[in-house]
T-cell receptor, first 113, second 115 residues
């Protein structure tokens, strides 16, 4: 257990659905991250939040919309996704965005049908 | 831009065999280097990291890695693997001053240890 919890663990959604992924950490960290893990590809950093402000957005399509209401919670809102968006979405946190160690959640396995 | 290469995508070993997983990176400056492990159905967790100092780094569960600057490599080693080491291993690099927002991961190596 890393202290970073993601829900749901599995999600199947249609291309016209809207859903949200949730990440929660109670480690007192100030930075949170969303990653996409696809088969046979490197882990892709999607978004970085520091003190609830977005500091990095790595050219992610607008159908992915992050939200960080406070330093303990991070959401990823999903709408009109494509089948190629099916992947494992990982959340992580670290003390701050310059910290060189992050703690990962177990991920949400997303399948878009 | 930085990149990380893990050339072994799938490795199968018998218990007690020695392990070496390759990791090469490209970046023009000073870097921090990491190995993460992901056991089946579990979260990514840090095995070991290198920031500076002794290039031979010892991590948890008997793993070690050696930073060879001239070769841009950070290979992971374990003298004798166990069935419980079956997992996927990821190498990662960040610029020394860039922090985690600039992290780049390799594609991962799946290790299967046969009892």
């Amino acid at each position: 257990e890393t202290g970073v919890t993601q829900t749901p663990r599995h999600l199947v959604m249609g291309m016209t659905n809207k859903k949200s992924l949730k990440c929660e950490q109670h480690l007192g960290h100030n930075a949170m991250y969303w990653y996409k893990q696809s088969a046979k590809k490197p882990l892709e950093l999607m978004f970085v939040y520091s003190l609830e402000e977005r500091v990095e957005n790595n050219s992610v399509p607008s159908r992915f919309s992050p939200e960080c209401p406070n330093s303990s919670h991070l959401f990823l809102h999903l709408h009109t996704l494509q089948p190629e968006d099916s992947a494992l979405y990982l959340c992580a946190s670290s003390q701050d965005q310059l910290e060189t160690e992050a703690f990962f959640g177990q991920g949400t396995r997303l399948t878009v049908v | 831009a930085q990149s990380v290469s893990q050339h072994n995508h799938h490795v199968i070993l018998s218990e007690a065999a020695s392990l070496e997983l390759g990791c090469n990176y490209s970046y023009g400056g000073t870097v921090n280097l990491f190995w993460y492990v992901q056991y089946p159905g579990q979260h990514l967790q840090l095995l070991l990291k290198y920031f500076s100092g002794d290039p031979l780094v010892k991590g948890i569960k008997g793993f070690e890695a050696e930073f060879i600057k001239s070769k841009f490599s950070f290979n992971l080693r374990k003298p004798s693997v166990q069935w419980s080491d079956t997992a996927e291993y990821f190498c990662a690099v960040t610029p020394h001053s860039g922090g985690y927002q600039k992290v780049t991961f390799g594609t991962g190596t799946k290790l299967q240890v046969i009892p």
